[in-house]
């Protein structure tokens, strides 16, 4: 739902973290490797914060453009508590500019732009309870552009039981990460592309912070996945496909879950085909060859790629379905039914009801 745009003294305003004072009243923002030098009355990349009179304030604080009750899956975490549901929440703006963005509505909005409403964290997690999710997902639009709501709720979450997730494309700095991440218990990062020209490109940011904050992530305990969606002749070749494997390997390790995730025309990006399905298989092989345990296609409906497989003896685990277990074959003890073999599934496996209420 679009609303008329909100007068901007009649936006919620709150003073920002994570930025410090430069000269000339300007002021720098650390939230994000931008680091935006930001003018009086201006604002940064994101569009949400804004020096006001030589401070950093945010002008998303409590702003949800969406609450809803997820599967875990559709974030999509597969080794993190499966089967469970999650409170999905989100606000406007990003700090990347990729023109395939299926959120673009709500992430390429500044603030006023659409339609939200106030809600403060106790309500946030007041309802993640009273519909028995097990977690909050941070998701739809950038959750780090909302750092000090995503903080404070998180926060709030842990003390009262509930687990905490990013679904992020990983651009924060290590600062902010230092801040954030004892809060948070599981990420998943969505890696665009594995060279600095395709971030330099189409999403005007760069990709080695963003390896940096991922594998920091991993060190700090924070349960991570990642996911890359596969765009034709533009980051699916086999040959870069084979170096973010091996990188994941090396930096992430083995059993930490990949996604490769189907592309389809959206946004301003829609000269390219959806990306065939043949080339998600192959993508899913090389990394599997590469040595990763857990390899993941998405948007394939039905596609084996779904299912988790042992990597011991190779036995199905875990049949999908889209965002579904339809097959649940691992002990109670998060071993191979099979082989006893230990899978690195994190969190127990909750049976939901076949659907999902969408609350707003």
């Known amino acids: 739902m679009v609303s008329s745009p909100k007068e901007a003294s009649a936006l919620p ?28 009355s201006a604002r940064g990349i994101c569009g949400t914060r804004e020096n006001k009179d030589g401070k950093l304030y945010t002008l998303i604080y409590g702003e949800l453009t969406a609450t809803a009750v ?9 080794n993190f508590w499966p089967g469970s549901n999650s409170f999905s929440i989100s606000s406007v703006g990003c700090n990347l500019d990729c023109p395939w963005c299926q959120n673009f509505h709500i992430s390429h909005a500044e603030p006023g732009d659409v339609f939200a409403e106030q809600m403060n964290p106790e309500k946030v997690v007041e309802l993640a309870k009273q519909y028995g999710c097990r977690s909050i997902s941070y998701t739809y639009n950038e959750p780090i552009i909302w750092f000090e709501y995503v903080l404070d709720t998180a926060k709030l979450a842990k ?12 651009y ?20 665009k592309g594995f060279t600095e020209e395709f971030y330099r ?7 080695e912070p963003i390896l940096e904050a991922t594998t920091a992530m991993q060190k700090k305990g924070i349960h991570v996945e990642i996911t890359t969606l596969l765009i034709p002749d533009l980051n699916d070749s086999e040959e870069e496909i084979a170096r973010l494997s091996r990188w994941h390997k090396e930096n992430l390790g083995p059993d930490t879950p990949l996604h490769f995730s189907r592309y389809y025309p959206q946004f301003k990006f829609t000269q390219k085909p959806p990306t065939p399905v043949q080339r998600i298989e192959k993508a899913r092989e090389i990394a599997l060859k590469e040595g990763l345990h857990y390899v993941y296609t998405g948007n394939v409906p039905g596609d084996p790629g779904e299912n988790t497989y042992c990597p011991s003896c190779k036995s199905l685990l875990v049949e999908r379905y889209g965002y579904d277990i339809v097959k649940w074959n691992i002990t109670d003890r998060l071993e191979c039914s099979t082989c006893g073999a230990r899978i690195a599934i994190k969190g127990k496996y909750e049976r939901r009801a076949p659907w999902s209420p969408v609350i707003a």
């Not at 305003?13 to 009086?40: F, G, T, Y």
């Not at 290590?174 to 954030?180: D, G, Q, S, V």
């Not at 490109?201 to 990709?207: F, G, M």
């Open 201 to 207: 490109n189409y999403c005007k940011a760069k990709l």
């Open 172 to 191: 924060i700095t290590l600062e902010a990460l230092e801040e954030l991440g004892p809060h948070i218990d599981a990420a998943n990062v969505d890696i």
């Open 13 to 40: 305003v709150k003073e920002a973290s994570m930025w410090e004072p430069l000269q000339d009243n300007l002021v720098r923002c650390k939230v994000c490797p931008h680091r935006c030098a930001i003018k009086p």
């Open 159 to 170: 003390r009262e039981g509930v687990l905490n997730c990013l679904v992020t494309n990983g």
């Open 70 to 78: 997820d599967p875990i899956e559709k974030k999509p975490f597969f």
